[in-house]
Protein backbone atom coordinates (compact mmCIF):
# COMPACT_ATOMS: atom_id res chain seq x y z
CA UNK A 1 0.00 0.00 0.00
CA UNK A 2 1.20 3.02 -0.85
CA UNK A 3 0.47 6.93 -0.51
CA UNK A 4 -2.13 6.85 -3.80
CA UNK A 5 -3.72 3.96 -2.43
CA UNK A 6 -3.87 5.85 1.00
CA UNK A 7 -5.50 8.33 -0.66
CA UNK A 8 -8.25 6.41 -2.70
CA UNK A 9 -9.08 4.55 0.43
CA UNK A 10 -9.44 7.89 1.78
CA UNK A 11 -11.78 9.25 -0.67
CA UNK A 12 -14.03 6.22 -1.32
CA UNK A 13 -14.85 6.06 1.93
CA UNK A 14 -16.78 9.04 1.57
CA UNK A 15 -18.85 8.12 -1.32
CA UNK A 16 -18.98 6.74 -5.09
CA UNK A 17 -20.39 8.58 -7.94
CA UNK A 18 -23.33 7.61 -9.49
CA UNK A 19 -21.53 8.75 -12.81
CA UNK A 20 -20.99 6.64 -15.78
CA UNK A 21 -17.65 6.58 -15.80
CA UNK A 22 -17.53 7.01 -12.04
CA UNK A 23 -13.39 5.69 -11.48
CA UNK A 24 -12.94 8.48 -14.15
CA UNK A 25 -14.54 10.83 -11.77
CA UNK A 26 -12.32 10.00 -8.70
CA UNK A 27 -9.28 9.46 -10.90
CA UNK A 28 -10.00 13.34 -11.88
CA UNK A 29 -10.29 14.52 -8.89
CA UNK A 30 -7.02 13.18 -7.15
CA UNK A 31 -5.36 13.55 -10.33
CA UNK A 32 -5.38 10.15 -11.52
CA UNK A 33 -5.41 7.20 -14.18
CA UNK A 34 -8.71 5.77 -14.54
CA UNK A 35 -7.43 2.59 -15.49
CA UNK A 36 -5.02 2.76 -12.92
CA UNK A 37 -7.36 3.83 -9.88
CA UNK A 38 -9.42 0.81 -11.08
CA UNK A 39 -6.50 -1.81 -10.85
CA UNK A 40 -5.71 0.13 -7.18
CA UNK A 41 -8.96 -0.97 -6.26
CA UNK A 42 -9.35 -4.06 -7.45
CA UNK A 43 -5.58 -5.44 -5.86
CA UNK A 44 -6.99 -3.37 -2.39
CA UNK A 45 -10.09 -5.79 -2.50
CA UNK A 46 -8.18 -8.91 -3.62
CA UNK A 47 -5.81 -8.54 -0.10
CA UNK A 48 -8.14 -7.95 1.84
CA UNK A 49 -7.55 -4.14 2.70
CA UNK A 50 -10.90 -3.22 1.91
CA UNK A 51 -13.43 -5.75 3.15
CA UNK A 52 -16.08 -4.53 0.61
CA UNK A 53 -16.91 -2.06 -2.01
CA UNK A 54 -20.29 -0.91 -3.47
CA UNK A 55 -24.01 -0.36 -1.99
CA UNK A 56 -24.21 -0.29 1.49
CA UNK A 57 -27.71 -1.40 2.91
CA UNK A 58 -29.73 -0.40 5.37
CA UNK A 59 -30.91 -3.82 6.81
CA UNK A 60 -33.88 -2.56 8.90
CA UNK A 61 -35.21 -0.14 5.51
CA UNK A 62 -34.81 -3.17 3.62
CA UNK A 63 -37.52 -5.28 5.49
CA UNK A 64 -35.27 -7.14 7.83
CA UNK A 65 -34.32 -6.74 12.21
CA UNK A 66 -31.11 -6.12 13.65
CA UNK A 67 -30.49 -6.37 17.50
CA UNK A 68 -27.73 -5.82 19.76
CA UNK A 69 -27.71 -8.50 22.54
CA UNK A 70 -25.42 -9.21 25.51
CA UNK A 71 -24.65 -12.34 27.49
CA UNK A 72 -23.17 -12.72 31.15
CA UNK A 73 -21.10 -15.73 30.41
CA UNK A 74 -19.27 -17.85 33.21
CA UNK A 75 -16.11 -17.89 32.38
CA UNK A 76 -15.45 -21.71 32.41
CA UNK A 77 -19.03 -21.82 30.24
CA UNK A 78 -17.24 -19.33 27.45
CA UNK A 79 -16.24 -21.76 24.61
CA UNK A 80 -19.06 -23.56 24.97
CA UNK A 81 -21.53 -20.60 24.92
CA UNK A 82 -19.99 -19.03 22.04
CA UNK A 83 -20.16 -22.34 19.84
CA UNK A 84 -23.77 -22.48 20.69
CA UNK A 85 -24.54 -18.77 20.06
CA UNK A 86 -22.57 -18.75 16.59
CA UNK A 87 -24.19 -21.61 15.46
CA UNK A 88 -27.42 -19.90 14.57
CA UNK A 89 -27.47 -18.48 11.40
CA UNK A 90 -28.83 -15.29 12.66
CA UNK A 91 -25.99 -14.43 14.65
CA UNK A 92 -23.98 -12.10 11.76
CA UNK A 93 -21.45 -10.53 14.14
CA UNK A 94 -20.18 -12.38 17.76
CA UNK A 95 -17.08 -10.14 20.25
CA UNK A 96 -15.85 -11.17 22.93
CA UNK A 97 -15.58 -7.97 25.98
CA UNK A 98 -13.30 -7.28 29.12
CA UNK A 99 -16.73 -7.29 30.89
CA UNK A 100 -19.40 -8.99 32.87
CA UNK A 101 -21.39 -8.65 29.85
CA UNK A 102 -18.32 -10.74 28.47
CA UNK A 103 -20.05 -11.71 24.91
CA UNK A 104 -21.62 -9.59 22.55
CA UNK A 105 -23.52 -10.34 19.54
CA UNK A 106 -25.74 -8.75 16.50
CA UNK A 107 -28.57 -10.47 15.33
CA UNK A 108 -29.57 -10.23 12.00
CA UNK A 109 -32.82 -11.80 10.93
CA UNK A 110 -35.43 -12.16 7.52
CA UNK A 111 -38.11 -10.07 9.82
CA UNK A 112 -38.60 -8.29 12.92
CA UNK A 113 -40.79 -11.31 14.56
CA UNK A 114 -37.58 -13.86 14.06
CA UNK A 115 -35.38 -11.91 16.97
CA UNK A 116 -37.45 -13.22 19.47
CA UNK A 117 -37.62 -16.30 18.32
CA UNK A 118 -33.74 -16.24 18.05
CA UNK A 119 -33.75 -14.75 21.79
CA UNK A 120 -35.71 -17.70 22.59
CA UNK A 121 -33.23 -20.58 20.92
CA UNK A 122 -30.01 -19.40 22.39
CA UNK A 123 -31.96 -18.65 25.70
CA UNK A 124 -32.54 -22.37 25.64
CA UNK A 125 -29.40 -23.71 24.40
CA UNK A 126 -27.32 -21.90 26.39
CA UNK A 127 -29.18 -21.90 30.07
CA UNK A 128 -28.25 -18.19 30.11
CA UNK A 129 -30.47 -15.15 30.12
CA UNK A 130 -30.06 -12.63 26.98
CA UNK A 131 -30.00 -8.96 27.55
CA UNK A 132 -31.33 -6.89 24.17
CA UNK A 133 -29.95 -3.91 24.18
CA UNK A 134 -32.40 -2.52 20.96
CA UNK A 135 -31.76 0.68 19.35
CA UNK A 136 -34.06 3.73 19.90
CA UNK A 137 -32.40 6.23 17.60
CA UNK A 138 -29.43 6.43 15.21
CA UNK A 139 -27.07 9.34 15.08
CA UNK A 140 -24.28 7.90 12.99
CA UNK A 141 -23.30 5.41 11.36
CA UNK A 142 -20.42 5.33 9.10
CA UNK A 143 -16.77 3.89 8.62
CA UNK A 144 -14.07 6.72 8.43
CA UNK A 145 -10.76 5.98 8.94
CA UNK A 146 -7.87 8.11 7.75
CA UNK A 147 -5.58 5.50 5.51
CA UNK B 1 -30.16 -14.77 5.79
CA UNK B 2 -32.77 -12.31 5.50
CA UNK B 3 -35.23 -12.44 2.88
CA UNK B 4 -35.99 -8.75 0.99
CA UNK B 5 -40.07 -8.54 1.67
CA UNK B 6 -42.18 -6.96 -0.84
CA UNK B 7 -42.98 -4.59 2.17
CA UNK B 8 -39.86 -2.78 1.82
CA UNK B 9 -40.77 -0.71 -1.29
CA UNK B 10 -38.96 -2.74 -3.72
CA UNK B 11 -39.73 -4.29 -6.56
CA UNK B 12 -38.34 -7.30 -8.36
CA UNK B 13 -35.49 -5.42 -10.21
CA UNK B 14 -34.66 -3.41 -7.20
CA UNK B 15 -33.98 -7.22 -5.60
CA UNK B 16 -31.95 -8.65 -8.44
CA UNK B 17 -29.96 -5.26 -8.34
CA UNK B 18 -29.49 -5.57 -4.65
CA UNK B 19 -28.06 -9.81 -5.25
CA UNK B 20 -26.25 -8.42 -8.34
CA UNK B 21 -24.24 -5.66 -5.98
CA UNK B 22 -24.24 -7.61 -2.69
CA UNK B 23 -20.72 -8.69 -3.20
CA UNK B 24 -19.35 -5.68 -5.13
CA UNK B 25 -20.01 -3.23 -7.94
CA UNK B 26 -17.85 -4.49 -11.13
CA UNK B 27 -14.33 -2.82 -11.46
CA UNK B 28 -14.85 -2.57 -14.53
CA UNK B 29 -14.97 1.21 -16.27
CA UNK B 30 -18.65 1.72 -16.54
CA UNK B 31 -19.46 -0.61 -13.66
CA UNK B 32 -23.19 0.58 -13.79
CA UNK B 33 -23.51 -0.58 -17.57
CA UNK B 34 -21.86 -4.23 -16.51
CA UNK B 35 -24.98 -4.38 -13.91
CA UNK B 36 -27.69 -3.23 -16.68
CA UNK B 37 -26.11 -6.07 -19.10
CA UNK B 38 -26.45 -8.74 -16.14
CA UNK B 39 -30.24 -7.25 -15.51
CA UNK B 40 -31.19 -6.19 -19.17
CA UNK B 41 -31.65 -2.97 -18.10
CA UNK B 42 -29.63 0.06 -19.23
CA UNK B 43 -26.86 1.57 -16.83
CA UNK B 44 -28.91 4.67 -16.69
CA UNK B 45 -32.01 2.87 -15.20
CA UNK B 46 -29.10 0.89 -12.87
CA UNK B 47 -27.93 4.50 -11.75
CA UNK B 48 -31.94 5.60 -11.05
CA UNK B 49 -32.48 2.84 -9.03
CA UNK B 50 -29.72 3.59 -7.27
CA UNK B 51 -30.64 6.87 -6.82
CA UNK B 52 -33.95 6.18 -5.60
CA UNK B 53 -32.73 3.23 -3.42
CA UNK B 54 -30.36 5.86 -1.38
CA UNK B 55 -32.68 8.98 -1.47
CA UNK B 56 -35.32 6.41 -0.01
CA UNK B 57 -32.47 5.06 2.56
CA UNK B 58 -32.95 1.36 2.03
CA UNK B 59 -29.10 2.10 0.63
CA UNK B 60 -27.12 4.31 3.26
CA UNK B 61 -24.06 4.97 0.21
CA UNK B 62 -22.07 3.62 -2.26
CA UNK B 63 -18.64 3.39 -0.72
CA UNK B 64 -15.13 1.31 0.39
CA UNK B 65 -15.48 -0.52 3.61
CA UNK B 66 -11.92 -0.90 5.07
CA UNK B 67 -10.88 -3.53 7.04
CA UNK B 68 -10.16 -1.36 9.73
CA UNK B 69 -7.36 -3.51 11.14
CA UNK B 70 -5.48 -4.04 8.13
CA UNK B 71 -5.13 -0.16 8.44
CA UNK B 72 -3.34 -0.81 12.41
CA UNK B 73 -6.44 0.37 14.07
CA UNK B 74 -5.70 -2.38 16.22
CA UNK B 75 -7.92 -1.01 19.57
CA UNK B 76 -11.50 -0.86 19.50
CA UNK B 77 -13.68 0.36 22.36
CA UNK B 78 -17.26 -0.15 22.89
CA UNK B 79 -18.02 3.75 24.70
CA UNK B 80 -21.64 3.97 26.82
CA UNK B 81 -22.53 6.36 28.86
CA UNK B 82 -25.58 6.85 31.16
CA UNK B 83 -27.26 10.15 29.22
CA UNK B 84 -30.66 11.02 30.71
CA UNK B 85 -33.58 10.49 27.81
CA UNK B 86 -33.92 14.60 28.00
CA UNK B 87 -30.40 15.28 26.67
CA UNK B 88 -29.82 12.10 24.68
CA UNK B 89 -30.54 13.38 21.42
CA UNK B 90 -28.42 16.38 21.99
CA UNK B 91 -25.63 14.27 22.95
CA UNK B 92 -26.24 11.57 20.78
CA UNK B 93 -25.65 14.23 17.58
CA UNK B 94 -22.37 15.90 18.96
CA UNK B 95 -20.59 12.25 19.88
CA UNK B 96 -22.01 10.96 16.71
CA UNK B 97 -19.93 14.36 14.79
CA UNK B 98 -16.60 13.18 16.18
CA UNK B 99 -14.17 11.88 13.42
CA UNK B 100 -13.24 8.63 15.07
CA UNK B 101 -16.58 7.43 15.99
CA UNK B 102 -18.11 5.01 13.23
CA UNK B 103 -21.21 4.05 15.20
CA UNK B 104 -23.62 6.36 17.15
CA UNK B 105 -26.65 4.53 18.96
CA UNK B 106 -29.28 5.51 21.56
CA UNK B 107 -30.41 2.78 22.97
CA UNK B 108 -32.76 1.20 25.80
CA UNK B 109 -31.08 0.20 29.25
CA UNK B 110 -31.47 -2.46 31.50
CA UNK B 111 -31.46 -1.26 34.83
CA UNK B 112 -29.95 -1.75 37.27
CA UNK B 113 -26.48 -3.14 36.17
CA UNK B 114 -26.63 -1.77 32.93
CA UNK B 115 -27.45 1.77 33.04
CA UNK B 116 -26.05 3.51 29.90
CA UNK B 117 -27.79 4.79 26.87
CA UNK B 118 -25.56 6.14 24.65
CA UNK B 119 -23.34 3.77 22.73
CA UNK B 120 -20.21 5.50 20.34
CA UNK B 121 -17.52 2.86 19.00
CA UNK B 122 -14.23 4.34 18.90
CA UNK B 123 -11.31 2.79 17.19
CA UNK B 124 -7.53 3.73 17.37
CA UNK B 125 -3.99 2.43 16.79
CA UNK B 126 -2.61 2.22 20.69
CA UNK B 127 -4.75 1.59 23.80
CA UNK B 128 -3.67 5.28 24.46
CA UNK B 129 -5.01 6.60 21.67
CA UNK B 130 -8.61 5.45 22.17
CA UNK B 131 -8.20 6.39 26.02
CA UNK B 132 -7.60 9.97 24.36
CA UNK B 133 -10.85 9.64 22.16
CA UNK B 134 -12.98 8.42 25.89
CA UNK B 135 -11.11 11.61 27.03
CA UNK B 136 -12.53 13.96 24.24
CA UNK B 137 -16.06 12.53 24.66
CA UNK B 138 -16.33 12.58 28.51
CA UNK B 139 -15.19 16.31 28.30
CA UNK B 140 -17.93 16.92 25.91
CA UNK B 141 -20.62 15.28 27.30
CA UNK B 142 -19.48 16.67 30.51
CA UNK B 143 -22.35 16.59 33.09
CA UNK B 144 -24.88 15.32 30.34
CA UNK B 145 -23.23 11.90 31.53
CA UNK B 146 -23.59 10.45 34.89
CA UNK B 147 -21.37 7.97 33.85
CA UNK B 148 -19.38 5.39 32.06
CA UNK B 149 -17.54 2.41 31.01
CA UNK B 150 -15.40 1.15 27.82
CA UNK B 151 -15.58 -2.64 26.65
CA UNK B 152 -12.76 -3.62 24.54
CA UNK B 153 -13.28 -6.38 22.49
CA UNK B 154 -10.87 -8.86 23.14
CA UNK B 155 -11.56 -11.36 20.36
CA UNK B 156 -13.81 -11.46 17.18
CA UNK B 157 -16.05 -15.00 17.76
CA UNK B 158 -18.24 -14.77 14.34
CA UNK B 159 -18.53 -11.74 11.66
CA UNK B 160 -20.36 -13.22 8.82
CA UNK B 161 -21.80 -9.93 7.73
CA UNK B 162 -25.64 -9.46 6.55
CA UNK B 163 -26.29 -11.81 3.74
CA UNK B 164 -29.08 -11.71 1.67
CA UNK B 165 -31.11 -14.07 -0.25
CA UNK B 166 -34.61 -13.25 -2.30
Known sequence: ??????????????????????????????????????????????????????????AERMGGALLLAALKVPPEDFERVAAEVNALPQVAHNYARDHAFNMWFVLATETPEGISDAIAEIERRTGLTVHPMPKLAEYFVGLRFAA | MTRLRQTAGLDDLDRRLVLETQEGLPLERRPYAVLGERLGISGEEVRERLARLIDGGQIRRIAAVPNHYRLGYTHNGMTVWEVPE??????????GALPFVSHCYHRRPSPPDWPYTLFAMVHGRSRDEVEAQVATIAALLGPASRGHQVLYSTRILKKSGLRLSA
Open chain 2, 86 to 95: DRIDDAGAQV
Open chain 1, 1 to 58: MDGTDRRLIDRLQDGFPLDDRPFQAIAAELGLDEDDVILRVRRLRETGVLTRFGPLFH
